[in-house]
């Protein structure tokens, strides 16, 4: 899936910022073993009516067959204990199957086959989808616009994002996909289950209590830009989750933008006043070459190495499009890193 995802391999593909477009808990022991095969295990109390930004789709009964279409939204139907029968390819952050790591895993544990895997860099193949025969088209945090959503619910029963695209919280997704799935108690307990391990995680860090952190990038074709990420965007705020929320300079530049993004000329840059800035490293915009711009380098964080550069896809991706099953691989291999970080603010 490119999107929002994607930016990072237009970027280092030399493409300008402005081409952007947009990454567990495993399913409770009573449900782990319910499917065994694609799309099995979907709850009762059926028909159900899930809402979302296109209006309010009706799925009459326990769907069998599963395709996903939004970032993230596989995650959530496997911790439920159903495998989807389809899904995009993983193109941040994806080992040799096209997937995640995380995701694998869960379909094991569920006994549960992978998905087949799509390509939608050219934007959701409806015809290709129809293919695969779905009784339920899931696109909760997607980009979906309203003409696929129209084509698509002439194959199935398709529940969009609920009203901003890309801009769906884990909790958000979590809840409509298990509402749709029949599944609304057991998504309430992937919900209560990560919040902990979220906040039994954080626990651990005292040097994270009161800091501020926020999440940019760095174009390594321009360095005369710096790009934030919004209080929209999943990043910042599943940094805010974790206890660390913009800078109260950075937080007034976003604050109003309805985009996931903003973009600051150079010689803005020191007005990004979070403790802590993350971003992706990438080859050309490394922290050597961050540090020693001279405009970017007078952001505080950076001069006073206080940045967190994720210099390996997986920990970017599990925080890019955080789900029940991602988040814990964020607080195991990112939680530690922002904790360093925080650890040198003065």
């Known amino acids: 899936m490119i999107n929002r995802r994607g930016f990072l391999a237009l ?23 319910e499917s065994k095969s694609s799309g099995g295990g979907a709850g009762s109390g059926f028909p159900v009516e899930v809402k979302h930004a296109f209006g309010t789709t009706k799925i009459e009964k326990a769907p069998t067959k599963v395709v996903v279409v939004g970032w993230g939204d596989a995650d959530v139907v496997a911790a439920l204990g159903v495998a989807p029968v389809a899904a995009p390819e993983v193109t941040w952050g994806a080992n040799a199957n096209k997937s ?60 969009a994002y609920p009203k901003v695209a890309w801009g769906t919280s884990w909790q958000e997704s979590t809840t409509m996909i298990a509402t749709a799935l029949g599944k609304k108690a057991e998504g309430e307990k992937l919900m209560a289950e990560t919040k902990k391990k979220i906040s039994d995680a954080v626990a651990k860090y005292p040097e994270l209590k009161g800091k501020t952190a926020s999440w940019v990038y760095f174009t390594p074709t321009n360095l005369n830009t710096v790009g934030v990420y919004t209080p929209s965007d999943n990043r910042p705020r599943t940094l805010a989750e974790f206890g660390l929320p913009d800078g109260d300079g950075i937080a007034k530049q976003t604050k109003s933008s309805k985009s996931f993004f903003v973009d600051l000329s150079a010689e803005k840059a020191a007005q990004i006043d979070s403790d802590i800035v993350v971003f992706d490293e ?18 505080p964080a950076i001069k006073n190495d206080t940045f967190v550069s994720i210099k390996e896809q997986k920990p970017s991706a599990a925080m890019s499009g955080p789900t029940v099953l991602s988040i814990p691989v964020a607080l195991e291999t990112f939680l530690p890193q922002l904790a360093a970080a925080a650890k040198k603010v003065k």
């Open 11 to 33: 970027a280092t593909a030399g493409t300008a910022a402005t081409a952007l477009a947009a990454c567990g808990t495993g399913s409770s022991s009573d449900e782990s073993s």
């Open 100 to 159: 995640t790591d995380w995701l694998d895993a869960q379909l094991k544990k569920i006994g549960g086959k992978a998905p087949a895997r799509f390509s939608d860099k050219d934007g959701t193949p409806v015809d290709k989808i129809a293919t695969y025969q779905p009784d339920l088209i899931l696109g909760t945090n997607s980009g979906l616009t309203k003409e696929q959503y129209d084509k698509l619910s002439k194959i199935a029963p398709t529940v």
């Open 282 to 299: 990438l080859q050309g915009a490394e922290p050597s070459k961050i540090k020693s711009n001279a405009l970017l380098g007078k952001i």
